[in-house]
Protein backbone atom coordinates (compact mmCIF):
# COMPACT_ATOMS: atom_id res chain seq x y z
CA UNK A 1 0.00 0.00 0.00
CA UNK A 2 1.35 3.46 -0.89
CA UNK A 3 2.46 5.41 2.22
CA UNK A 4 0.72 8.87 3.71
CA UNK A 5 3.19 11.11 1.75
CA UNK A 6 2.96 8.90 -1.64
CA UNK A 7 1.50 11.38 -4.07
CA UNK A 8 -1.92 11.99 -4.88
CA UNK A 9 -1.47 10.95 -8.51
CA UNK A 10 0.43 7.68 -7.94
CA UNK A 11 -2.45 7.08 -5.46
CA UNK A 12 -4.89 7.34 -8.25
CA UNK A 13 -2.91 5.44 -10.49
CA UNK A 14 -2.31 2.51 -8.14
CA UNK A 15 -6.21 2.64 -7.51
CA UNK A 16 -6.88 2.07 -11.13
CA UNK A 17 -4.42 -1.34 -11.56
CA UNK A 18 -5.93 -2.78 -8.84
CA UNK A 19 -9.21 -2.57 -10.37
CA UNK A 20 -8.53 -3.66 -13.50
CA UNK A 21 -6.00 -6.59 -11.88
CA UNK A 22 -8.90 -7.80 -10.34
CA UNK A 23 -10.60 -8.16 -13.71
CA UNK A 24 -7.93 -9.84 -14.98
CA UNK A 25 -7.93 -12.44 -12.35
CA UNK A 26 -11.38 -13.44 -13.02
CA UNK A 27 -10.73 -13.72 -17.15
CA UNK A 28 -11.66 -17.17 -18.66
CA UNK A 29 -10.23 -19.69 -20.83
CA UNK A 30 -11.18 -22.86 -21.24
CA UNK A 31 -11.75 -25.57 -23.92
CA UNK A 32 -15.69 -24.22 -24.30
CA UNK A 33 -16.21 -20.34 -25.31
CA UNK A 34 -13.67 -18.01 -23.22
CA UNK A 35 -15.79 -15.49 -21.14
CA UNK A 36 -14.97 -12.67 -18.24
CA UNK A 37 -17.29 -12.70 -15.25
CA UNK A 38 -18.51 -9.24 -13.78
CA UNK A 39 -15.86 -7.44 -11.93
CA UNK A 40 -15.95 -3.71 -10.36
CA UNK A 41 -14.83 -1.22 -12.95
CA UNK A 42 -12.35 1.18 -12.21
CA UNK A 43 -14.21 4.50 -10.44
CA UNK A 44 -14.83 7.98 -11.80
CA UNK A 45 -12.13 9.55 -10.29
CA UNK A 46 -9.35 7.37 -11.82
CA UNK A 47 -10.86 7.13 -15.09
CA UNK A 48 -10.83 10.64 -15.11
CA UNK A 49 -6.73 10.40 -13.96
CA UNK A 50 -6.01 8.20 -16.45
CA UNK A 51 -8.43 8.27 -19.95
CA UNK A 52 -8.96 12.09 -20.22
CA UNK A 53 -7.43 15.70 -20.77
CA UNK A 54 -3.88 16.62 -22.55
CA UNK A 55 -2.04 14.21 -20.56
CA UNK A 56 -3.62 11.57 -21.16
CA UNK A 57 -4.07 11.82 -25.12
CA UNK A 58 -0.04 12.15 -25.20
CA UNK A 59 0.10 9.19 -23.05
CA UNK A 60 -1.85 7.02 -25.21
CA UNK A 61 0.22 8.30 -28.81
CA UNK A 62 3.19 7.25 -26.67
CA UNK A 63 1.56 3.89 -26.00
CA UNK A 64 0.38 3.37 -29.20
CA UNK A 65 4.33 4.27 -30.74
CA UNK A 66 5.97 2.54 -28.06
CA UNK A 67 3.36 -1.07 -28.12
CA UNK A 68 5.13 -4.23 -28.16
CA UNK A 69 4.68 -6.31 -31.44
CA UNK A 70 5.83 -9.69 -30.35
CA UNK A 71 6.56 -12.49 -27.56
CA UNK A 72 8.96 -15.31 -27.90
CA UNK A 73 9.80 -17.86 -25.25
CA UNK A 74 12.37 -20.28 -27.09
CA UNK A 75 12.37 -22.72 -24.38
CA UNK A 76 8.55 -23.81 -24.73
CA UNK A 77 8.39 -23.06 -28.58
CA UNK A 78 6.02 -19.95 -28.05
CA UNK A 79 6.79 -17.50 -31.03
CA UNK A 80 3.49 -15.17 -31.16
CA UNK A 81 2.73 -11.58 -32.15
CA UNK A 82 1.00 -9.36 -30.18
CA UNK A 83 -2.48 -7.65 -29.99
CA UNK A 84 -3.66 -4.98 -27.92
CA UNK A 85 -6.04 -5.80 -25.16
CA UNK A 86 -8.10 -2.90 -22.98
CA UNK A 87 -11.06 -3.08 -21.25
CA UNK A 88 -14.70 -4.21 -22.47
CA UNK A 89 -17.65 -2.11 -21.90
CA UNK A 90 -18.42 -3.80 -18.58
CA UNK A 91 -15.15 -3.01 -16.99
CA UNK A 92 -13.38 -6.14 -17.48
CA UNK A 93 -10.62 -6.89 -18.86
CA UNK A 94 -10.03 -8.40 -22.61
CA UNK A 95 -8.66 -11.55 -23.74
CA UNK A 96 -7.93 -12.77 -27.23
CA UNK A 97 -11.04 -14.18 -28.70
CA UNK A 98 -10.98 -17.69 -29.06
CA UNK A 99 -10.69 -17.92 -32.63
CA UNK A 100 -7.40 -15.89 -32.06
CA UNK A 101 -6.29 -18.20 -29.20
CA UNK A 102 -2.45 -19.10 -30.72
CA UNK A 103 -2.22 -14.95 -30.78
CA UNK A 104 -1.15 -13.26 -27.32
CA UNK A 105 -1.94 -10.36 -25.77
CA UNK A 106 -0.29 -7.32 -24.49
CA UNK A 107 -2.68 -5.59 -21.92
CA UNK A 108 -2.27 -1.28 -22.76
CA UNK A 109 -3.38 -0.52 -19.13
CA UNK A 110 -0.17 -2.19 -17.46
CA UNK A 111 3.78 -0.76 -18.26
CA UNK A 112 5.37 -0.70 -21.86
CA UNK A 113 8.17 -3.92 -22.10
CA UNK A 114 11.45 -1.81 -20.96
CA UNK A 115 10.11 0.71 -18.57
CA UNK A 116 9.75 0.79 -15.22
CA UNK A 117 6.51 -1.71 -13.78
CA UNK A 118 5.00 -4.60 -14.61
CA UNK A 119 3.88 -5.04 -18.60
CA UNK A 120 1.14 -7.87 -18.77
CA UNK A 121 1.16 -10.60 -21.56
CA UNK A 122 -2.21 -12.42 -21.35
CA UNK A 123 -2.86 -15.77 -23.84
CA UNK A 124 -5.57 -18.26 -23.25
CA UNK A 125 -4.60 -22.02 -22.07
CA UNK A 126 -7.11 -23.65 -24.04
CA UNK A 127 -10.14 -22.48 -26.11
CA UNK A 128 -12.99 -24.60 -27.96
CA UNK A 129 -10.81 -24.39 -31.60
CA UNK A 130 -8.11 -26.25 -28.98
CA UNK A 131 -4.68 -25.69 -27.87
CA UNK A 132 -3.72 -22.13 -27.59
CA UNK A 133 -0.45 -20.05 -27.42
CA UNK A 134 0.53 -20.55 -23.66
CA UNK A 135 -0.51 -23.78 -22.92
CA UNK A 136 2.67 -25.14 -22.25
CA UNK A 137 3.64 -22.28 -20.34
CA UNK A 138 3.16 -24.72 -16.88
CA UNK A 139 6.48 -26.13 -18.77
CA UNK A 140 8.73 -22.86 -18.12
CA UNK A 141 11.30 -22.94 -15.64
CA UNK A 142 13.30 -20.48 -13.74
CA UNK A 143 15.69 -18.52 -15.90
CA UNK A 144 14.44 -19.34 -19.11
CA UNK A 145 14.35 -16.64 -21.80
CA UNK A 146 11.55 -14.36 -23.01
CA UNK A 147 11.93 -12.15 -25.60
CA UNK A 148 9.48 -9.29 -26.51
CA UNK A 149 10.26 -7.19 -29.62
CA UNK A 150 8.96 -3.29 -29.18
CA UNK A 151 7.22 -1.22 -31.35
CA UNK A 152 10.57 0.24 -32.25
CA UNK A 153 12.07 -2.82 -33.18
CA UNK A 154 14.20 -3.74 -30.41
CA UNK A 155 14.41 -6.84 -28.65
CA UNK A 156 14.26 -7.34 -24.72
CA UNK A 157 15.25 -10.06 -23.15
CA UNK A 158 13.40 -10.79 -19.67
CA UNK A 159 14.77 -13.79 -17.68
CA UNK A 160 11.88 -15.71 -15.92
CA UNK A 161 12.93 -15.69 -12.11
CA UNK A 162 9.29 -17.63 -10.94
CA UNK A 163 5.66 -19.21 -11.90
CA UNK A 164 2.53 -19.53 -9.51
CA UNK A 165 -0.69 -21.21 -9.95
CA UNK A 166 -2.92 -19.44 -8.01
CA UNK A 167 -6.87 -19.96 -7.24
CA UNK A 168 -8.78 -16.65 -9.56
CA UNK A 169 -10.49 -15.81 -6.27
CA UNK A 170 -7.64 -14.89 -4.35
CA UNK A 171 -5.37 -13.36 -7.44
CA UNK A 172 -2.03 -11.80 -6.09
CA UNK A 173 -3.06 -8.38 -6.98
CA UNK A 174 -0.48 -5.93 -5.80
CA UNK A 175 2.35 -8.74 -6.34
CA UNK A 176 1.41 -8.86 -10.01
CA UNK A 177 0.42 -5.09 -10.71
CA UNK A 178 2.50 -3.53 -7.35
CA UNK A 179 4.80 -0.75 -8.46
CA UNK A 180 8.37 -1.92 -9.88
CA UNK A 181 11.54 -0.07 -9.97
CA UNK A 182 12.46 -1.74 -12.93
CA UNK A 183 10.91 -3.15 -16.33
CA UNK A 184 9.38 -6.25 -15.33
CA UNK A 185 7.14 -9.16 -16.92
CA UNK A 186 4.16 -10.70 -15.90
CA UNK A 187 2.92 -13.45 -18.57
CA UNK A 188 -1.15 -14.74 -17.39
CA UNK A 189 -2.89 -17.85 -18.73
CA UNK A 190 -5.45 -20.26 -17.09
CA UNK A 191 -4.80 -23.13 -15.21
CA UNK A 192 -6.22 -25.99 -12.94
CA UNK A 193 -9.54 -28.08 -12.69
CA UNK A 194 -12.46 -27.11 -14.07
CA UNK A 195 -15.39 -25.63 -12.64
CA UNK A 196 -19.19 -26.66 -13.65
CA UNK A 197 -19.19 -24.18 -16.80
CA UNK A 198 -15.96 -25.66 -17.87
CA UNK A 199 -13.78 -22.84 -17.05
CA UNK A 200 -10.29 -23.01 -14.85
CA UNK A 201 -10.72 -22.30 -11.63
CA UNK A 202 -6.86 -21.05 -10.98
CA UNK A 203 -4.92 -18.76 -13.16
CA UNK A 204 -1.04 -19.45 -13.99
CA UNK A 205 1.28 -16.38 -13.56
CA UNK A 206 5.09 -16.65 -14.56
CA UNK A 207 7.19 -13.43 -13.33
CA UNK A 208 9.93 -12.23 -15.41
CA UNK A 209 12.86 -9.44 -14.97
CA UNK A 210 14.76 -7.31 -17.81
CA UNK A 211 17.81 -8.64 -18.17
Known amino acids: MPSPRTPHRFRRTAALLTAVAACVALAGCSSAEPSAATATAPSASARDEAGSGPT ?32 NADGTVEVPPAERGMTAGWYRGG ?7 PAVLIGHNDTRF ?51 KGSTLRLITCDGEFDAEGHPVDNLIVYGDLV
Open 130 to 180: GRAVFHDLKNIREGAEVLVRDGAGKTLRFTVTGKEAVSKKAFPTEKVYGPT
Open 111 to 117: SVPGTPG
Open 56 to 87: ARSRADETERSAPTEVTIPSIGVRSTLMELGL
